[in-house]
């Protein structure tokens, strides 16, 4: 399957940041374990190429991403490293060009409608942070660029993925509800069962 279907297909997108490569690997482990068939993992987290070769050995049949991805190296680092996708929070021009180059789907940030435009006129666009939007943005956005695919990313709570999925959106990407909750997994269940 192709790898922007698999992400609509899960509907929630899994986002782990954490302070440690220990606390990552630890929390993707039990989403691979709730059967989360994608995991974005944030280039933010300390020695996040390990982490990313030890998912990918671990779960070889999971599509596992890269966000935060901001520069052209980082980029790199992740396509080599063999990351099925590349996510920034904003546009980012040089990660797209990197993407482009190694055939790795890349979902480029944006907020406003011009850079949300921009970014899902050449694939699907990753709406960030947002919570400050809300899902009233994105159905606005949506109005003037119907069929667009956007993601919206950023302090959206489990129970919330429903009311933005009835908004139009692509999928949703979650992070921290599913690093601290602990009645996580039940929630996530119920939202990829609807």
């Known amino acids: 399957m192709d790898v922007l279907e698999v992400i609509r297909a899960a509907r929630v997108v899994p986002v782990v940041r954490r302070p440690s490569a ?3 690997t630890k929390l993707c482990e039990r989403l691979l374990a709730l059967g989360s068939p994608v995991i974005e993992l944030t280039a933010t987290t300390p020695d996040w190429p390990t982490v990313l070769d030890a998912l990918r050995q671990m ?3 999971t599509t596992i991403g890269v966000g935060t991805v901001t520069t052209p190296e980082n980029a790199r680092r992740a396509a080599r490293a063999g990351a099925a996708f590349l996510v920034s929070p904003y546009p980012a021009a040089g990660v797209r060009a990197v993407a482009e180059e190694h055939g790795v789907p890349f979902i480029e940030g944006g907020f406003t409608p ?3 435009a921009a970014a899902t006129a050449v694939g699907v666009a990753k709406l960030f942070p947002a919570r400050t939007a809300g899902t009233r943005h994105l ?3 949506l109005d003037v660029l119907p069929g667009a695919r956007i993601i919206p990313t950023g302090g959206i709570a489990l129970e919330e993925v429903g009311d933005w999925l009835a908004a139009g959106a692509y999928a949703v ?5 599913l690093a601290t909750r602990p009645d996580a997994a039940e929630l996530l269940r119920r939202v990829t069962a609807q």
Request: aromatic content about 0%; overall charge negative.
């Open 22 to 24: 220990a606390e990552a």
């Open 59 to 61: 779960s070889p049949g």
């Open 114 to 116: 011009g850079e949300l």
């Open 139 to 141: 159905k606005a956005v």
């Open 173 to 177: 990407g979650v992070g921290t509800d």
